[in-house]
Each structure stands twice: as C-alpha cells, then as structure tokens.
C-alpha cells in the first residue's frame, strides 16, 4: 500500500523548535517530489516545502530561512524541521507526493 503517516507535531512556544516526520511505505522518498503542505483552521491548504528526487529544495517565503526540509533514504523518511516558530505556523501539516492521497497529517501548535 502506497502511504505515508505524518508524525511529530505538538505545541512549542514562539521561538520554539519541533522536527516533523513522514514515514513513507510503498514507495520510495528518493525517487519523487516529496512535499510539506499545511492548513490553519479556516484557511486553504498552502504548501510549505518540497524536496525534489535530485534533492533540490524550495520553500514558502514566510518559512524561508526557518524550515528545512531534508530526507533519509535508508529510512524511507521526509522530515522538516521548524525553528523560530510563531503562532502563525499553528495548522496541521501534511506530507505529500504526487503518487499518494492526503494523510492524516500531524498538528503542530505555537502558543504560550
């Protein structure tokens, strides 16, 4: 089965760090555009990162300088990690790639 299972969001403090995690299966991470989406409550999906098969990367402006997406092919795995966090980073995030449907994805929250 072709998926992927987001994980690692939580609440962090404005200026806090968290490092997300997306565990892929059936298929491999190395081969694809693999790609960070995020949805805050009453807003659109918007997309946040994308780290190409080459592993080129690209970001959103506002995370730009903030995020890093990056990639473990041994472990199948696509992470962004997330410095200097604000509240306006609050959503739900997802991993994506062309080949498979929208996960679960995981919460990520910054408040005090």
């Known amino acids: 089965q072709v998926q992927v299972v987001e994980s690692g969001g939580g609440l962090a403090q404005p200026g806090g760090s968290l490092r997300l995690s997306c565990a892929a299966s059936?298929?491999?991470?190395?081969?694809?555009?693999m790609n960070w989406w995020r949805q805050a409550p009453g807003l659109e999906r918007e997309w946040v990162a994308a780290?190409?098969?080459?592993?080129?990367?690209d970001y959103l402006d506002r995370v730009n300088g903030r995020f890093i997406i990056s990639r473990d092919n041994a472990k199948n795995t696509v992470y962004l990690q997330m410095y200097s966090l604000k509240p306006e980073d609050t959503a739900v995030y997802y991993c994506k790639a062309n080949l498979i449907e929208w996960g679960q994805g995981t919460q990520v929250t910054v408040s005090s």
């Open positions: 059936g298929f491999s991470v190395s081969l694809y555009r």
């Open positions: 780290i190409s098969a080459g592993g080129d990367t």
